[in-house]
């Protein structure tokens, strides 16, 4: 910049004084007059201030490009995949595979096919997890070998790799300085951009990306296509994004604020699935039940949102619109003989007209999702819960009331920044006195733009985590085996969903707990009284006498088969 800036000044120097310079130049013995018309014509043609002044800005990167020039023009017609194969690889929880349905959907209605051998693909898509260090860790690994696959591919037969959802996300163009091998990179807001990534990155050869979060994209107009169409089950995301901004979780930051999809298009969508042989539905969101329909108006226009007691919020209270527990009622009476789950919630949220809903339908699973991440207050108010080890219990307590037989689940991380043994120990506790049917457990893995990663040090020694990982697991397992062994005996309904991994003689299935069931396969009668028999198969209601259990699976006779309101109605 120094040295074009002298040029400059020399330049403009010389065009203010030409009668000097000629002068000058003209008692000049060593000068020729080729020399000396040579220079003039240079001073006299050169660039001026106004040139220097007037210089436009060229942005260097997503320049629209010039129609005239011979790179041809991409526009919309040009979006189509015309019969290219997508392979499909999901990696972490149950929103990334309804997002690999919704992205199914736009690239179906696009001009692309799926193919299940990764050999025949033309585009293979990532849809990525950014929770823990080791869920980025796969992707990484998958990518090497994508990369040497990519490299062997024919230029007359490109590989497209791309990478979606969070890990993409959190890392943005951060992902091309590691692994040039990407094409395309998409957010979770981005996916009905797809094709006009695709399209761009394959006329030019260069890797593109749209990593823009939204404030109202729920992709409430997109009709999920299913991946697996033989599964009796289905989830339906039915909101988006996070506004608890708990210290140690990534997902407000790749996901976004929370926006809700309007009730009728999460009805059709759960009508559809039904008359697609669907019997089991799982209402999904990153904090499901803090769901609220503002596209219309009801009676609680003024009404906030009901808070359990003892819990709060780093956010005002939201006023207006339909509440998650007008929605649950809504979903069961609309598909009384599917099951209906939801998940994954915040205890917050768990008012008592959302557990009056669960106790007074009975297609609504009796299963509950109960995160509860630490048992220690210290820990908790570092974490930024909004609870307390007591109101946690107190909600526990008001749950079983309404619910006296409801399935637990939770989550707990052990080793988050601070954590001493006498707090770890308050983890514990809480464990071996609630008793969960399932528990999620993990040593704390520190992510990057987290509120801990600013205000914390990740300072518990790894070996601690993994000697403390394993006493959660020991002190679950305890407990989960006196609590599943209560179950023998009892006559459970089950909802087949395939043969057994471990035998193609057995089937697994769930009951209402959302505990894994296996029973022989055989022929059953077709209702409790009747003489007609078949065989059972995946998606039918069957009623199966536990027999024997663990803490992770129950196994039953199965007695025969059923429907929700007839096994509830014995």
């Not at 094409?183 to 990306?209: F, M, N």
Request: net charge positive; hydrophobic share 35%.
């Amino acid at each position: 910049m120094k040295l074009c800036l002298s040029r400059t000044w020399r330049t403009l120097s010389a065009r203010s004084n030409h009668k000097r310079i000629l002068s000058t130049a003209a008692k000049s013995t060593k000068v020729s007059n080729t020399q000396r018309e040579t220079f003039l014509e240079r001073v006299t043609t050169g660039p001026g201030l106004q040139d220097f002044i007037n210089v436009k800005h060229v942005p260097r990167v997503n320049a629209i490009p010039d129609p005239t020039t011979i790179v041809p023009y991409i526009n919309p017609d040009t979006y189509a995949g015309q019969g290219r194969r997508v392979f499909f690889e999901v990696y972490g929880c149950q929103m990334n595979t309804n997002d690999t349905e919704v992205v199914w959907a736009v690239l179906q209605e696009n001009g692309y096919n799926r193919t299940s051998d990764v050999q025949e693909a033309d585009v293979i898509m990532l849809v990525t997890c950014a929770i823990r260090e080791g869920a980025e860790q796969k992707i990484w690994n998958r990518l090497k070998h994508l990369n040497a696959m990519k490299s062997k591919r024919p230029a007359r037969r490109p590989l497209q790799i791309t990478l979606l959802g969070c890990m993409a996300e959190r890392l943005k163009e951060r992902l091309l300085e590691r692994e040039q091998c990407v094409d395309v990179i998409a957010g979770p807001d981005s996916y009905k951009d797809l094709p006009r990534l695709l399209a761009v990155s394959r006329h030019y050869e260069q890797a593109t990306i749209n990593v823009l979060l939204s404030l109202d994209e729920t992709y409430a107009d997109v009709m999920p296509v299913r991946l697996n169409v033989e599964s009796p089950t289905a989830f339906v995301s039915i909101m988006r994004g996070c506004d608890n901004l708990c210290t140690y979780c990534i997902v407000p930051f790749t996901r976004g604020r929370e926006r809700s999809r309007p009730v009728t298009s999460i009805v059709n969508e759960v009508l559809a699935l039904r008359d697609k042989g669907v019997k089991e539905v799982t209402l999904l969101g990153q904090n499901v039940n803090s769901y609220r329909d503002i596209t219309v108006s009801n009676s609680n226009d003024k009404v906030t949102s009901n808070i359990a007691p003892g819990f709060s919020t780093i956010y005002k209270p939201k006023i207006g619109g339909v509440p998650f527990a007008t929605l649950l009622c809504t979903v069961a009476e609309a598909v009384p003989e599917i099951r209906i789950r939801f998940t994954s919630p915040h205890p917050k949220d768990f008012s008592e007209d959302v557990l009056r809903v669960i106790r007074d339908y009975p297609n609504v699973c009796k299963s509950l999702h109960l995160p509860a991440q630490s048992g220690n207050d210290a820990v908790l108010a570092r974490m930024r819960r909004g609870y307390t080890r007591d109101a946690y219990l107190r909600l526990v307590d008001t749950i079983r009331s309404y619910v006296p037989n409801v399935g637990l689940s939770s989550d707990f991380i052990c080793g988050f920044c601070g954590e001493t043994e006498e707090e770890f120990d308050d983890t514990i506790t809480l464990i071996e006195e609630v008793r969960y049917n399932v528990a999620f457990l993990f040593a704390y893995s520190m992510r990057e733009r987290t509120t801990a990663h600013r205000k914390y040090v990740d300072d518990v020694p790894e070996a601690a985590k993994i000697e403390r990982l394993q006493r959660m697991v020991k002190a679950f397992r305890h407990t989960a085996t006196a609590l599943q062994k209560e179950y023998e005996g009892r006559d459970e309904l089950i909802l087949l969903e395939g043969k057994s991994k471990r035998s193609s003689e057995s089937w697994f299935g769930r009951n209402e707990a959302n505990i894994k069931v296996i029973v022989p396969a055989t022929a059953l009668p077709t209702s409790k009284n009747s003489a007609e028999t078949k065989e059972i198969a995946a998606g039918d209601f069957i009623v199966a006498k536990i027999t024997e259990s663990n803490s992770q699976v129950l196994k039953g006779t199965p007695l025969y088969i059923s429907t929700i309101s007839d096994f509830y109605n014995k």
